[in-house]
Structure formats: C-alpha cells, structure tokens
C-alpha cells in the first residue's frame, strides 16, 4: 500500500538544530574540555541548601507544592523578583509584573509569539545570541544586525536601519556582558535605546541573564529602568545565580504586555514547575543569596583571569578577544582569511572543544571569530585547553599565513 507522507508546518523547515547543542553531544566525553555551553560550575551548586528548602516546601505545603498553580507563577516568588529588579535598577514593579517562564529562553519564544508575524523585522546586534535567532526565525521574521562595538550597539547604525526597514516589531539586546562577546552597553548607549524605542513605538526586549555576576567594573542602570513609556522588557533567569536544572526564569514589564504573554504561555504549557517555583522561594527565604553570587563571582573572576592571561601571553599576533568585565563569556577574533570551523576540527581531535562565532550572526559570515566559556571547566583544565587552542591557531598560520 502507498504511504501519504505527512505534511509539516512551514516553519519547521526554518528550525535548525542548535550547533551549540550539537557540540555539547560531544562533550558529553568526560575527556574532552568544553569551552562550548554556557555552563555554570556545578560545584557551586547549592546542594544540600536546596535538599533542606525541598524537604521544608513538602513538609509545609506539600500538596500545594505537587498541584497544579497559576500561569504567573508563584505570587512570593514574582514578589520577590520585583523587588529585586526594584532595588537593583530603581524601578517600582509589583509581582503583576513578572511572568514566570521555563528559563529565560522561553521568554523569547513567547516574544515572539506576541509580537512577531511573517515578513516581520528584529533588529539585533551584530553579533547575538544564538538561541534567541532560533527561537524568533521560527515565526517567520527577518532579521536586521546592528554592528556594534565596545560599548554597544552603536545607535546611529541602528536609526539607519529603522529609517531603511518596514514592518519593525521588535529590537533584541544584551547589554549587559553579551551574549557572545561579553561586552557591555555603556550608559550613553542604554538611554539612547530607550529614547528610539519611545520615539518609533518599537518593542524591546532586554535580555539580562548574566547581570548578577558582575566581577569588575561597576553596574549599569538597565535599559528598562531608563524606558518611560512600557515599550521595554526584561527577561532574568536564576539558572546562572542559582541552578539551571530548575529552569526558571521570567519576563518582566508593562502589566498590559505582560497579560499578552500570560495567554500565549496558556497555550504552551500553562504553568512552570510548582514545586521548583516553591523550593527557590523557600531556598531565598532561608539563605542570603548574595552570598552564594559572591562565590560565584570570585570564581569566575578567577577563571577570567586565567584565560585572559593566557590569550594575551600565547595567542600568536593577529588574534583579537575581548576581556569582560562579568558573565560567562570570551570573544576571539581570528585573522580574517582564517575560519573558526577549522580550528575546531582540529581542536576536537585533541579534545577541546568551542563554538564557531558564524552561527551568532543571523545572516551569515563572520566565520573568523569563535566564542568560548570560562565559566564551567576547573582552572587546570583551562590553562591546557586555551594552551591547544593557542597551538593549533599557530599551526594553522604555520601552514597558511597571511
């Protein structure tokens, strides 16, 4: 009997396999040292902290714990947030505020269930998150990349592209240590944002997951506390200052906007995890979270420092990176007849393993640059991954010079 093939939504043939999650399949081998994720150091995790508030939330409340709750999440744990974003960025947010999402990558994906039809513009710098280009391509948008440099996005390039471009709905940034490059948005650039988004009613999202572990440097006032108009949102995600297996995040703003991402999550998975909602509200009840950041900072800034020190001291002339000032993050720029998927085979037979920069440029190129992580591996493996990293960008010039 013929088989009818069954059909699928176009979109689909837009979603692509993540190469980060790809390379991450390789990594599963204990042996190799990944520079690939954006992993947190598991050894920080507060095991026995979340044991003990687990344990509380199940003796107190345990049947409320294991029901369903509401699609805002847990009311102290968004009354929580709040005040956190309140004390941190001077604004005056309620829990009506803040949506409880899974990660603050689903942040993203109901970003783009609210605000984005087909043929749609999301203007972006120039590079961006990987995963944020995924999740937006889904609903058929195009996008539009800023160039930026070290303070930024660079925002007479991005009046440029709002004057040249129909049908723009939304603007995507991390200001702070960005996700790939690890800079940060100066003040200058911030208000700037906020001003062109009042003026052309353009929807920012202010994707902020790394802004706790600032390990040098002082903070910057965020954009959204700079918005006086609710055009600007604000995702954050207690999986970088507290465990990312919970996947917990949220979106914050504007109640009417917020409202909007309440009914798209009700299609998608009505609620996040009660229990996990309940056991960090307990664990933030019974513990100084600052003090867990504390060492989490310490221990970055260790590590950053190390690869740093290494790039400068062994990296062959011609090889640019970034220092950040927090986050997670190192960008490497390569010589521009150089491409990053080379030096990765290279590196992945000798057991190291980063990821290319060309997939965080949503229309292509770029694919002399590469994105490392220093926040996951221990300082020795550090020292003899960047040590092959270094070797065989040198042999690759040896070979190929300029």
């Known amino acids: 009997m013929d088989e009818m093939p069954v059909r699928f939504a176009e979109r689909i043939s837009r979603t692509k396999a993540s190469e980060i999650r790809e390379i991450l399949k390789v990594t599963q081998n204990p042996d190799v040292i990944s520079f690939a994720g954006g992993l947190p150091a598991p050894e920080l995790f507060p095991v026995e902290e979340v044991k003990k508030a687990g344990e509380a939330v199940l003796d107190e409340n345990g049947m409320v714990a294991l029901q369903y709750t509401t699609t805002e999440g847990y009311d102290p744990l968004r009354t929580w947030i709040a005040d956190r974003l309140n004390k941190k960025n001077g604004t005056s947010m309620d829990k009506d505020n803040i949506l409880i999402t899974h990660g603050s990558q689903q942040a993203l994906d109901l970003a783009g269930k609210v605000f984005l039809d087909e043929g749609d513009v999301v203007l972006c710098e120039s590079p961006t998150y990987l995963a944020a280009i995924t999740a937006f391509r889904s609903y058929g948008c195009r996008f539009v990349d800023i160039p930026t440099d070290d303070n930024g996005m660079i925002m007479t390039e991005l009046e440029k592209a709002i004057a040249s471009h129909d049908n723009i709905k939304l603007i995507y940034v991390i200001p702070n240590f960005q996700n790939p490059t690890g800079r940060t948005w100066s003040l200058e650039r911030r208000k700037a944002l906020a001003d062109i988004s009042a003026a052309n009613g353009i929807a920012v999202v202010e994707d902020d997951p790394y802004g706790e572990i600032r390990f040098a440097g002082s903070d910057v006032p965020s954009v959204q506390s700079l918005d006086v108009t609710g055009n600007v949102l604000s995702t954050g995600t207690f999986s970088k200052i507290f465990c990312p297996g919970f996947r917990i995040g949220w979106i914050a703003g504007d109640e009417r906007i917020i409202r909007k991402f309440v009914l798209v999550k009700q299609g998608t998975d009505l609620q996040c995890n009660t229990f996990a909602q309940m056991t960090i509200s307990k664990y933030l009840e019974q513990n100084d979270i600052d003090v867990h950041i504390r060492s989490i900072k310490e221990t970055y800034l260790r590590r950053r420092d190390l690869a740093v020190g290494i790039m400068r001291s062994e990296f062959p002339e011609g090889v640019r990176f970034t220092e950040p000032e927090g986050g ?15 030096i990765l085979e290279r590196c992945l037979e000798r057991k190291v393993a980063f990821v290319p920069g060309g997939s965080f440029f949503p229309n292509g190129g770029h694919e ?9 591996m221990p300082e020795e493996r550090i020292v003899i991954g960047l040590r092959i990293l270094a070797e065989t960008i040198s042999e690759h010039l040896r070979r190929h010079p300029l």
Not at 368 to 376: A, G, H, K, P, V
Request: proline share 4%; glycine share 0%; hydrophobic share 45%.
């Open 328 to 342: 997670l993050f190192a960008w490497i720029e390569l010589p521009r007849n150089m491409n990053a998927r080379e």
């Open 368 to 376: 002399n640059t590469l994105r490392i992580n220093f926040s996951n």
